[in-house]
């Protein structure tokens, strides 16, 4: 079957079909941007055409198996299965300004082992295609269209490491900026990473107005390497001078997103903080103070307590830095930061939790 995201496949089989290039893009603008599914897109279609067209376009990649809604804060996660039975979650954040953010995964369980994450505990199952990077973008707007709701923004914080699956995701990127698929202003595109140097800087020039964000953690490379294991591969001068390019290379005022995990102890400490101000010191960027939300595979990871955390957030504001001190949601489905799936390939597995960073 052809995926509707392959667009050389789709315009091989407009030829085949001899059809004129309007009705593809009828069908392609009742997909993407109606939000209709397959079968109202195929009807844009002239009659003779549209019984071998829907036998031969492919949709969907991934099935909606299930749906939790957070009862305090709008974040709804959604679990698909891959035609392997893989499972893969997204997460719709609403916001109470209306705006509607998701966070999508690239990979099927993660090998980065990050140890404050659930994903990191389960290991790599796979790498996801870019179209089923894709088809969790089509069914969460598909869900949100009744609401009166559209995707705005969409980061790759889901579970996996992007880079890890740079190929694909680069794929999904062009796919999701293409005027003719979904449209999607990049602008409002951000993909975080717990650093892939020469990655970072590849995808900052292929896709300029893509935000990035850094899972930096800790400036203490060995505090920084009990976290994320591999960090080992690189060191914290070599991810300083990846922002730095980065930042030349991004045709937008948004620097890079540095991402700060705050746990008790370990983070968050007088000299964790002078790491960090060091670290940053004459870099451009916007830091993202993160809370620690709870796996039970990390116990001797703890939250550092909100007074703490303002207390920390405003020492480096008083440096002149942009900070912002982030809020968790979907915690109570599990849908929160570091708490996605431990992905699997069971059915019976009860609906679990959000990764990347
Ligand atoms: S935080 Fe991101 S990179 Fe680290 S294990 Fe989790 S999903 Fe993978």
Not at 202 to 222: E, K, M
Request: aromatic letters at 4%; glycine letters at 6%; hydrophobic letters at 40%.
């Amino acid at each position: 079957m052809i995926d509707i995201h392959d667009s050389a496949a789709v315009e091989r089989l407009r030829r085949q079909l001899q059809l004129d290039p309007h009705p593809l893009r009828r069908l392609r603008n009742a997909f993407y941007k109606r939000r209709l599914d397959g079968a109202c897109a195929v009807a844009e279609l002239p009659e003779a055409s549209r019984e071998r067209a829907a036998a031969e376009l492919r949709f969907h990649t991934l099935t909606l198996e299930r749906t939790a809604n957070s009862t305090v804060d709008g974040a709804t996660k959604l679990l698909f299965a891959a035609d392997d039975g893989v499972r893969v979650e997204s997460v719709i954040l609403r916001s109470r300004t209306g705006r509607t953010a998701l966070c999508i995964s690239s990979q099927a369980g993660c090998g980065a082992g990050c140890a404050f994450c659930a994903t990191g505990h389960s290991g790599l199952l796979r790498n996801l295609s870019s179209s089923e990077i894709l088809d969790q973008v089509v069914q969460a707007n598909r869900m949100l269209r009744d609401e009166g709701r559209r995707v705005r923004n969409i980061v790759l914080m889901g579970m996996g490491e992007p880079f890890h699956n740079e190929a694909a995701v680069g794929e999904a990127l062009a796919v999701l900026g293409r005027t003719d698929c979904f449209d999607h202003t990049l602008r409002h595109v951000a993909v975080s990473t717990v650093g892939v140097p020469a990655a970072m800087e590849r995808c900052a020039r292929r896709f300029p107005q893509v935000r990035l964000a850094l899972s930096l953690h800790s400036a203490r490379a060995a505090v920084r390497q009990q976290l994320i294991p591999t960090a080992r591969r690189c060191s914290l001068e070599e991810l300083r001078d990846a922002v730095a390019t980065v930042n030349e290379l991004q045709a937008r005022r948004q620097p890079v997103m540095v991402e700060y995990l705050l746990l008790a102890g370990w983070t968050d400490r007088p000299e964790d903080l002078d790491a960090l101000l060091a670290w940053c010191q004459g870099l451009h960027v916007h830091l993202n103070l993160i809370p620690f939300n709870a796996i039970p595979e990390a116990t001797d990871l703890h939250p550092t307590p909100r007074p703490e955390r303002e207390a920390f957030a405003n020492r480096l504001k008083a440096r002149g830095h942009r900070v912002t001190l982030r809020y968790s949601l979907g915690a109570d489905v599990t849908a929160a930061c570091g708490q996605l799936a431990r992905s699997g390939r069971s059915a019976d597995r009860p609906l679990s939790g959000t990764e990347c960073g």
